[in-house]
């Protein structure tokens, strides 16, 4: 039976593209309340363990575990209405429309309510408190009127996870959220995880080290799609294997 104090569990996960085998046999824990970072170099297997977690694509063997329900067979609309939801590594506003209307069209999908897309702008005003609670909460209250094209890199992800909170997430998945910014968007967004991170359960791939080693409650670290290690920051930078694959023996 999964612990009642975790969200998500992988057993025995495993992937294989013809003869490569991508995952192979990862178990993973993640526990309700942590921020939880997936490491490893590259094609270590990360996205597609992600992929697999998301039901974007199905594993070849093992089992997935959300909330205490099998979603190995699931559908990635059944895992979001399930409270998994998934903010992508390249950032998925509409350029065109301002913040408000961004969050607020995520709010709407969430609510189910696909003919609010054809009321008038007065019928809509019953999502406004919704609206302004998650840009306060990611920072973005000064922009309410910005187009979505005219933000900078970090703040158009920081608008992302503004949607990605407006579906009542449980579980939020970030992939790699730092990618492309400069050390100022850095260090808001990783400001802004930590925020969220109080409220909702984490699991995230980073490359960033230092915003792992700052953020993280757990690490797993993956290789050539095998977990080589897992605990606290400390513990997988001591690692020998772990030094050898991921840090090139640097640290320590």
Not at 4 to 33: H, N, P, Y
Not at 40 to 56: D, I, V
Request: a neutral charge; glycine letters at 8%; charged letters at 25%.
């Amino acid at each position: 039976m999964i612990e009642s104090d975790c969200i998500l569990e992988a057993r025995g996960l495993r992937k294989v593209f013809g003869g490569f085998v991508a995952i192979a046999g990862v178990d993973l824990r993640v526990q309700t309340g942590h921020l939880h970072a997936l490491i490893g170099p590259n094609g270590a297997g990360k996205s597609t363990l992600f992929n697999l977690l998301t039901k974007f694509i199905q594993p070849s063997a093992g089992e997935i575990r959300f909330k205490g329900q099998d979603v190995t067979s699931a559908m990635p609309a059944t895992i979001a209405r399930l409270g998994m939801v998934r903010s992508f590594q390249i950032s998925s506003v509409f350029p065109h429309l301002t913040v408000y209307e961004n969050i607020r069209i995520a709010l709407q999908a969430h609510a189910r309510d696909t003919w609010g897309f054809w009321r008038s702008e007065q019928a809509l005003h019953r999502f406004d408190e919704d609206v302004h609670d998650l840009m306060t909460q990611v920072g973005l209250e000064p922009l309410v009127y910005t187009r979505a094209a005219d933000l900078s890199y970090g703040r158009k992800r920081a608008l992302e996870l503004a949607t990605t909170l407006a579906l009542k997430p449980e579980l939020i998945l970030l992939d790699e959220p730092m990618a492309g910014m400069g050390q100022e968007d850095v260090e808001r967004t990783s400001a802004l995880i930590r925020s969220l991170a109080r409220r909702h359960t984490v699991l995230m791939v980073e490359h960033n080290l230092k915003v792992v080693a700052d953020i993280s409650d757990k690490i797993t670290v993956l290789r050539r799609g095998e977990k080589i290690a897992e605990g606290s920051y400390d513990e997988v930078a001591a690692n020998d294997e772990v030094r050898s694959a991921y840090m090139g023996g640097a640290h320590g």
